[in-house]
């Protein structure tokens, strides 16, 4: 894996037309952001060396450099989910490759479903914390030194100045943002009413299939982290059911919301 990920590096840093220090990983139905990219160079997964791809509907499966509000950046058009198949290593991967080719904050996003009773659907959350429910962790086995220490604190995952700083930006829009706890879990079947309540029970706000692999491994690497939910549906009615087609219509209509937080915040992270 070390070995993989200085060939994969190497190989996109001979083909980087730009040399950002920001990434940015987008959730499902969550791609608009990219057209407010400009001068756009895009390598598509499949051409970049041991680069997992990308099965699902709604993750196109390219990275996209250019420039966001004058900034440099590097987004990813399509993460990597636990429930495709991948190994925790795998569908970490390209945050390792991100933090080789010199990237030092990471802006995420993701569709999540709302456990916190006064969320509704469409609501953007702040993530301030998160609960870890995968069985499985991406740094269990041999640890390198180089990345980062054996056991790296999570007592801020999420960086509280750039939390500030989103902040007071949903304030100059009058956006009305809320802040909460991201649970992760395997996925693929969404959650049941029961689980939607034990989720609410153990501190979560916000219930999700992705994320909280990549944090854990951006912040083994010293990496700052921000994220942000979009509630694509609120759980716990047993009446209440939904499918991957409305979460990324939902996630759609907020699009705008995400992306005036991304270009507002991102030259902030220096």
Request: aromatic share 12%; charged share 20%.
């Amino acid at each position: 894996m070390y070995t993989k990920i200085q060939q994969t590096s190497a190989w996109l840093l001979e083909r980087m037309p730009s040399r950002p220090t920001t990434a940015i990983i987008l959730g499902s139905g969550l791609g608009q952001l990219v057209s407010e990219i400009t001068d756009k160079t895009e390598i598509a997964y499949r051409d970049i060396p041991y680069f997992p791809i990308t099965t699902v509907e709604g993750h196109t499966g390219k990275l996209i450099f250019g420039k966001l509000q004058g900034v440099d950046v590097v987004a990813m058009m399509g993460r990597f989910h636990y429930y495709e198949g991948y190994d925790m290593q795998t569908l970490t991967y390209p945050v390792r490759v991100l933090r080789f080719i010199g990237v030092e904050n990471l802006f995420v996003s993701n569709a999540a479903g709302g456990t916190n009773p006064t969320f509704k659907v469409g609501d953007v959350m702040i993530i301030k914390d998160h609960i870890n429910l995968f069985p499985d962790n991406p740094l269990r086995g041999k640890n390198y030194s180089e990345w980062g220490e054996r056991f790296p604190s999570m007592t801020e995952a999420y960086n509280r100045q750039y939390i500030a700083y989103a902040k007071a930006i949903a304030n100059k829009y009058n956006f009305n943002l809320k802040e909460g706890v991201y649970a992760g879990t395997s996925g693929p079947s969404y959650e049941t009413p029961a689980e939607y309540r034990y989720f609410r029970a153990i501190g979560a706000d916000a219930v999700g299939m992705s994320t909280i692999p990549e944090v854990i491994v951006a912040r083994h690497m010293e990496m700052k982290v921000f994220g942000v939910s979009v509630i694509t549906n609120v759980g716990g009615g047993e009446d209440n059911s939904t499918n991957h087609e409305e979460v990324q219509q939902i996630a759609q209509k907020v699009q705008h919301i995400i992306g005036t937080i991304a270009k507002e915040i991102i030259p902030k992270f220096g």
